[in-house]
């Protein structure tokens, strides 16, 4: 499959990620967080393949549902803002280095 230009992702893992966490504490539906962290990644995902490839593809996923699983523990001596955006900035930035801005 051609590689197309890149199009823009890290706002969609920024969506995943933060829309994700506000979510859960909004409404206190777990699953619902899952659901929006779920179709961003989803999305970013599809963009990702089309631009990059399946390689950078799966890191940068790797990368995005690490990110997450790691805000968990991180939250636990940071809180759980500053782990939400410590993790949310290291899975946006990724995105933007390896496909947004080739």
Not at 6 to 15: D, H, I, K, Q
Not at 29 to 38: D, E, K, S
Not at 53 to 74: C, E, K, N, Q
Not at 83 to 92: E, N, P, Q
Request: glycine residues 14%; positive net charge.
């Amino acid at each position: 499959m051609a590689k197309t230009k890149p199009e823009p992702t890290a706002g969609l893992v920024v969506a995943g990620m933060l829309g994700g966490y506000l979510t859960g504490r909004a409404t206190k539906q777990r699953p619902l967080a899952g659901v929006v962290l779920g179709a961003c990644g989803i999305a970013a995902g599809k963009r990702w393949h089309r631009s990059s490839g399946s390689g950078t593809t799966a890191l940068l996923s790797t990368i995005y549902v690490g990110a997450f699983g790691l805000s968990h523990p991180l939250a636990k001596k940071l809180g759980a803002w500053p782990a939400v955006l410590v993790s949310t900035a290291a899975a946006a930035g990724a995105a933007r280095v390896l496909n947004d801005k080739q």
